[in-house]
C-alpha cells in the first residue's frame, strides 16, 4: 500500500507572519501539523523547533519502523516511538523558551501521523485535529485539548455556550509549556481509499460539520485538496494561520491481500460494535480497543473455555460456530457476530459453562491485563466502558427477577448477546 500525500500552509487574511508548520516526509512515512503561539517570533520558532526535532528522532529511529510486521509488539513499539518523539519535541521548544529572551511561554500544538505499510500511528497535543475519511464517512480521531472541549465532555456547557464563554481560545495542553506532555496516541488500520487530513485550527474554526469536509477529500486527485482547503477558511474569515495535510492510502493493483484485508478489518470492526459493552463508542474510542485485541484461530473441539475454571478475555466470533454446555448439555449454539466471556474481562470467578469449538471459527480476543492497562490509560473511555457493563448487569438482574417472581416470558437483551454469565 502506498501514500499519496500533499500539503500547504498559509498565513491568512489577517495574520501578518506564519506561525504555523507542516512536515511532509515520505521518506520516513511521518506527516505533521504544528501550530505555534507565543507572540513575536516565538509561536514561529516553537513550531519549526518541534517539527524539526520529531523529523530529526524519527530519522533516527527508522529502524524500528522498518521492523514492523503488523503484529501487536511491532504496533506498540510504533507507539512508543511516537510518544519518545514528542517528549524530544517537547524538552527541545522547552529548553529555547526557558534560554532565549522573549521566548518564556511558547509553545505549539502538534498533530502528526506515521504511515508504514498497514497502520497509521497518531500522536496528538492541542487543537489541531486529525480527521479520517471512509467509507462515505467523516470521522474525528483526535480529541481538542481545549477549555471548551472540557467543558461539552464534562457536560458543562453545550459546544454553543463553551465557545461563547471567556475562557473559549484557550489550550489546556501543549508541547514545549512544560519540558514533558502526555500527548494522545492512537493506532489504526489503514484501508486502501482511506483519506487522512491533518490541520489547524485556522481551518476547524470555520467547520460547520465533520461532514463538510466529505466533498474535499473525496476528490479524485489529492494534490489539490490542501490548497481547496485553505481557500475555504480564507473565504470565511482567514482570521488565523491555515495548514493542512492531506493523504490518501492507495492499494496496489492487482494486489488480492489488500482486498482480504479490509475485509478481514471491517468484520472485526463491526463484530466489535456487536459486543454490548462496547456498542457505544466512537471511531476513536473503537480504534483504541482496536489496538488490544488479536484474533486466533480455533479447530474443531477446541476447548476455549472450560466449566469451573478462571478465564481472562472476552472472546467475540469473527466466523465459525461455537457451543455452550453445562454438566455435557448444550445450553446455545454461538455464531458469527456474537460473543461470550465479558465477565472475564472484570473478575476471575469460575466460568459457569463449557465453551467449545463446533466448527473451525476464527475468533477475536480481548485479554484482561490489555484492557485493564487501556482503561488505566484511557479514564474517559474507561468510564464509559463500565457505564455499558452496569447496563448489563442492570438488564441480567430484571431478568432473574423476572424468573424468580415467574413473570419470565423470553429473553431479555442480556440473554440474547450474551445468556450465560461465562
Known amino acids: 500500500m502506498r501514500i499519496l500525500a500533499a500539503g500547504k500552509t498559509d498565513v491568512g487574511r489577517k495574520r501578518d507572519h506564519n506561525e504555523d508548520a507542516i512536515v511532509l516526509a515520505p521518506d520516513l512515512s511521518l506527516y505533521m501539523v504544528c501550530d505555534g503561539m507565543g507572540g513575536h517570533s516565538g509561536g514561529e520558532v516553537a513550531a519549526t523547533t518541534a517539527s524539526a526535532t520529531i523529523v530529526r528522532y524519527i530519522r533516527e529511529q527508522r529502524a524500528r519502523i522498518e521492523a514492523f510486521d503488523d503484529s501487536n509488539v511491532s504496533r506498540d513499539a510504533l507507539l512508543r516511538l511516537v510518544e519518545e518523539a514528542i517528549q524530544q519535541a517537547s524538552a527541545a521548544v522547552y529548553a529555547v523558551a526557558t534560554s532565549e529572551q522573549g521566548k518564556a511561554g511558547m509553545g505549539t500544538t502538534l498533530t502528526m501521523v506515521l504511515c508504514t505499510r498497514t497502520i497509521g500511528v497518531m500522536g496528538h497535543v492541542g487543537d489541531s485535529r486529525l480527521y479520517l475519511r471512509r467509507a462515505g464517512r467523516v470521522y474525528q480521531l483526535s480529541e481538542d485539548h481545549t477549555y471548551v472541549a472540557e467543558l461539552v465532555k464534562r457536560g458543562v ?169 453445562r454438566a455435557g448439555t448444550v445450553l446455545r449454539v454461538l455464531q458469527t457476530g456474537e460473543h461470550f466471556g465479558e465477565m472475564a474481562l472484570f473478575n476471575s470467578r469460575p466460568r459457569s459453562a463449557t ?23 484511557e479514564p474517559q473511555l474507561g468510564v464509559k466502558l463500565l457505564w455499558s457493563f452496569a447496563q448489563v448487569l442492570s438488564l441480567r438482574l430484571d431478568d432473574a427477577t423476572s424468573l424468580l417472581s415467574g413473570s419470565h416470558s423470553g429473553f431479555g437483551e442480556s440473554e440474547v448477546t450474551s445468556p450465560f454469565k461465562l
Not at 454553543?160 to 471567556?166: D, I, T
Open 157 to 325: 456547557a453545550t459546544l454553543e455556550q463553551a465557545k461563547k464563554g471567556p475562557y473559549a481560545n484557550v489550550i489546556t495542553r501543549a508541547v514545549g509549556i512544560q519540558k514533558t506532555i502526555r500527548p494522545d496516541t492512537l493506532t489504526f488500520d489503514l484501508l486502501p481509499g482511506d483519506t487522512l487530513l491533518l490541520c489547524s485550527d485556522g481551518l476547524t474554526k470555520y467547520l460547520e460539520s465533520n461532514e463538510e469536509l466529505g466533498p474535499f477529500l473525496d476528490a479524485d486527485h489529492v494534490d489539490g485538496t490542501p490548497g481547496r482547503l485553505v481557500d475555504l477558511a480564507n473565504q470565511r474569515g482567514g482570521a488565523d494561520n491555515v495548514s493542512t495535510v492531506v493523504l490518501r492510502a492507495v492499494g496496489d493493483d492487482g494486489e488480492a491481500s489488500d482486498g482480504q484485508r479490509t475485509t478481514e478489518v471491517n468484520l472485526k470492526l463491526d463484530t466489535l460494535r456487536h459486543v454490548v459493552i462496547f456498542r457505544h463508542l466512537d471511531m476513536s474510542e473503537q480504534c483504541k480497543m482496536m489496538s488490544i485485541v488479536r484474533a486466533m484461530d480455533a479447530a474443531p473441539g477446541e476447548v476455549i473455555m472450560r466449566e469451573g475454571e478462571t478465564s481472562d478475555a472476552l472472546y467475540a466470533i469473527l466466523t465459525g460456530t461455537i457451543e455452550v454446555e
Open 355 to 377: 465453551v467449545r469449538v463446533k466448527a473451525e471459527s476464527r475468533l477475536l480476543v480481548v485479554e484482561r491485563a490489555r484492557f485493564n492497562e487501556l482503561i488505566r490509560k
